[in-house]
């Protein structure tokens, strides 16, 4: 092969494994109060998940999002099961979620097209009183885990979720 078709090929194969990593992006912000007092036996609870965005789909996001949080919190065996003890509370709203399409995010000249979004508030509770908040947004915009984003998604952002709640849960008991 000629130097010229070498780095035609070089090139074909970056861009190629560049688009199959995907371009997905993670944003979110704790603010958890200074004044809470926390032990190390605290459980949360997975309350209340509303969609705010105002649209409905065709799937039921709030149950695919309380379940992936479910998941998390048990793998990090922070799930309330109704025990007798302290326990917060876990409120979110969807605020945003445009589906995405997989086919649309493969059309690497059209960047954004297709896209899959999804924002999110949580609150976490004592009682009735706010004690926590997440603010949390991931998307993939090009490529990547395609067909299942607007799926895995969920599980993604419970996971931000709940490691965010989790460090700073135990950076008040240290």
């Given at each position: ?11 074909l ?39 705010a965005?105002?649209?409905s ?8 999002l ?9 793998k ?22 445009p ?43 090009a ?8 799926e895995t ?17 135990k950076?008040?008991?240290?």
């Open positions: 092969m000629s130097k010229v078709q070498n780095l035609i090929y070089s090139f194969v970056l861009f190629s494994v560049t688009i199959l990593v995907a371009c997905e992006n993670v944003k979110h912000q704790v603010n958890l109060d200074g004044k809470f007092k926390t032990s190390p036996e605290m459980k949360i609870e997975v309350g209340k998940v509303s969609n965005c105002g649209e789909f065709g799937i039921n996001i709030e149950e695919m309380t379940s992936a949080f479910t998941i998390e919190l048990e990090k065996a922070m799930l309330w099961r109704g025990e007798p003890g302290s326990k917060l509370t876990l409120e979110t709203k969807i605020i945003e979620y589906k995405g399409d997989a086919f649309n995010r493969w059309l690497w000249f059209m960047p954004g097209w297709g896209a899959t979004v999804l924002t999110i508030q949580s609150d976490l509770k004592e009682a009735d009183k706010i004690i926590g908040t997440v603010e949390a947004r991931r998307y993939v915009y490529g990547g885990e395609s067909i299942a984003t607007w998604i969920f599980a993604s952002i419970a996971k931000d979720v709940v490691a965010d709640f989790e460090a700073q849960i950076k008040k008991n240290i």
